[in-house]
Nanobody, 123 residues
Framework: VQLVESGGGSVQAGGSLRLSCAATGHRYNCVAWFRQASGKERERVAA????????YYADSVKFRFTISQDNAKNTVDLQLNSLNSDDSAMYYCAAGTSGVRDHCGQSAAWYAYWGRGTQVTVS
């Protein structure tokens, strides 16, 4: 499985960005977006089960971020709206396999595959 992120950049507070994760391979059934700011732990901001389309969001991004999948393009996108400085971080796409339908792990350790990340900076 290979994951490649794109779409990061610099934006003013209140602005929007759309991140995309292009995935190859099929040995996963859950894709998540994590972020890690300097000096902080990596946190899961959103996840989606690729089979049932069930979505998960961190409280800090709920109603501002939207995760979606495009099966035709084999991508999982993350729409980021109403951005603020706390959203500045490196954003990573991750994929994992769950034995429980529509379950996606919370911790980074649960995910076996990772992209290299894309930087989001909000000023």
């Amino acid at each position: 499985v290979q994951l490649v992120e794109s779409g990061g950049g610099s934006v003013q507070a209140g602005g929007s960005l759309r991140l995309s994760c292009a995935a190859t391979g099929h040995r996963y059934n859950c894709v998540a977006w994590f972020r890690q700011a300097s000096g902080k732990e990596r946190e899961r901001v959103a996840a989606i089960s690729t089979g049932g389309g069930v979505t998960y969001y961190a409280d800090s991004v709920k109603f501002r971020f939207t995760i979606s999948q495009d099966n035709a393009k084999n991508t999982v996108d993350l729409q980021l709206n109403s951005l603020n400085s706390d959203d500045s971080a490196m954003y990573y796409c991750a994929a994992g396999t769950s034995g429980v339908r529509d379950h996606c792990g919370q911790s980074a350790a649960w995910y076996a595959y990772w992209g290299r990340g894309t930087q989001v900076t909000v000023s």
